[in-house]
């Protein structure tokens, strides 16, 4: 039987997305026996992010800095944007460095059925960033489940007035697919062939 402090670091552990309780027991037990090689690293690590944490003012990614490091780059493209439901899908995209330029994260997809409305989401930054002008082409990065589509319908529709062009991912994302669990090469090739919304 562990400490209340070592069975309270498992049970925090055991309850991140790709842990269990057993794989927890195994990463604290590394932790301990390695306390200056990986535990007082570790610490630091979420230490610093923790308390530098922010959300992009500009396109709603989650970093360190605001505007984000991706915004605040000027080797990116600021005439392309990409629109995403979510964070994992912006870094998934970003990870191979697949788009040349910005993002715009809606945080969500519309759904009846759990009540997200477009109100909800951030689609009126998004007609502003649009608005304010610059941007050549948005490609709609939803995913390809059937809320994803709706979303991307939606926006669609709401940005038609401009003189842009937009795009979404090829459909040879499988039907049902989330960008976050895609390898790079079928999300590249998704991206490469993207094409105009109908
Ligand atoms: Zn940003």
Redesign the pocket.
Known sequence: MASPEIETLTQALSRLPGFGPRSARRAVLHLVKKREAALIPLVDALTAVQERLAT??????V?TI???????DPRRDARALCVVEDVADLWALDRARLFPG??H?LGGRLSALEGVRPEDLAIDTLLRRIEAGGIDEVVLAMNATLEGQTTAHYIAERIERFPIRVTQLAHGLPVGGELDYLDEGTLAQALRARRPVA
């Open positions: 992009c003012s500009i396109c709603g990614n970093d605001d505007p984000c490091a991706i915004c605040a910005r993002y994260v």
